[in-house]
């Protein structure tokens, strides 16, 4: 096949005219998607991870945003080896991502107070 042909030329137009139209995050997380509000309840120390309204994470949480100024809070516990990824989706577009990692050996602490004491 001969490169740069017209049909070549009309076919890239049309991909990069059509590429918009497909909204590729609500696909790749669709079925994991969250509003931010249903993560912003501040949980009690020690609540246990499978409690009402806690959300397991086994691969990256997609978290709709709106366009509203103001903060907002995303509340997150973590154990001390796992890791976690937030993507944050505003519209029909990835806005934002966020890698929680493990907490170092050196600043782990036993018991409650980890990130309150």
């Known amino acids: 096949m001969v490169e740069g042909t017209a049909l070549d ?58 366009d509203r100024p103001g903060r907002r809070y995303a509340d997150v516990s973590v154990d001390s080896n796992d890791s976690y990824v937030l993507v944050f989706i505003k519209g029909n577009e990835a806005v934002g991502r966020v890698a929680i990692g493990p907490i170092p050996p050196h600043r782990r602490r036993p018991g409650p107070d980890l990130l309150y004491g």
């Not at 009309?10 to 790749?28: F, G, M, P, Q, S």
């Not at 509000?37 to 949480?61: C, F, H, M, Q, Y």
């Open 9 to 66: 030329d009309l076919a890239d137009e049309h991909r990069a005219r059509t590429r918009k139209l497909v909204n590729r995050d609500l696909y790749r997380y669709a079925e994991f998607m969250k509003p931010l509000a249903e993560l912003s309840d501040v949980k009690t120390p020690e609540t246990p991870w499978d409690a009402p309204g806690n959300i397991v994470l086994t691969r990256p949480l997609a978290v709709r945003v709106e």
